[in-house]
């Protein structure tokens, strides 16, 4: 084989390399950015909030359709309806928390935690959240 000819197929291995070292170099840093918004530990103490403080009433899916919530007159809340978020949606969910509305009734939650609940539930049910 030609001198010229071996050098250019290793230069373009090692282009090759090279490129596929500074992709991969992109998608590690790239990867926490993307998933910054939400903090996992954060989301999870939200996410147990939920399943055990609002999920009998509002159901699993958020819908307002949990097993004790088709004994409830009006329904409870459906958080997959887009209506719900209009009009400042954070301070309504935070201040239902604290004093409840209508049967249901208040919780002792600390603020962050408020905020971990308000968090998990509008990446889950908001939609397009």
Do not use: R
């Amino acid at each position: 084989m030609d001198k010229k000819i071996t050098i250019c197929i290793k230069e373009e291995h090692l282009m090759k390399k090279i490129v596929e070292y500074v992709l991969v170099a992109i998608f590690v840093g790239t990867v926490p950015l993307l998933a910054g918004s939400v903090d996992t530990g954060k989301f999870e103490q939200g996410k147990n909030l939920y399943n055990n403080k609002c999920q009998l009433c509002h159901g699993m899916k958020g819908d307002g359709n949990g097993p004790a919530g088709s004994f409830l007159s009006p329904k409870p809340t459906d958080f997959t309806n887009p209506k719900f978020w209009q009009n400042d949606d954070e301070k309504k969910i935070a201040e239902t928390i604290m004093n409840g509305k209508g049967e249901m009734p208040s919780f002792d939650l600390k603020p962050d935690e408020i905020k971990d609940v308000i968090d998990y539930m509008s990446h889950i049910f908001k939609p397009g959240g």
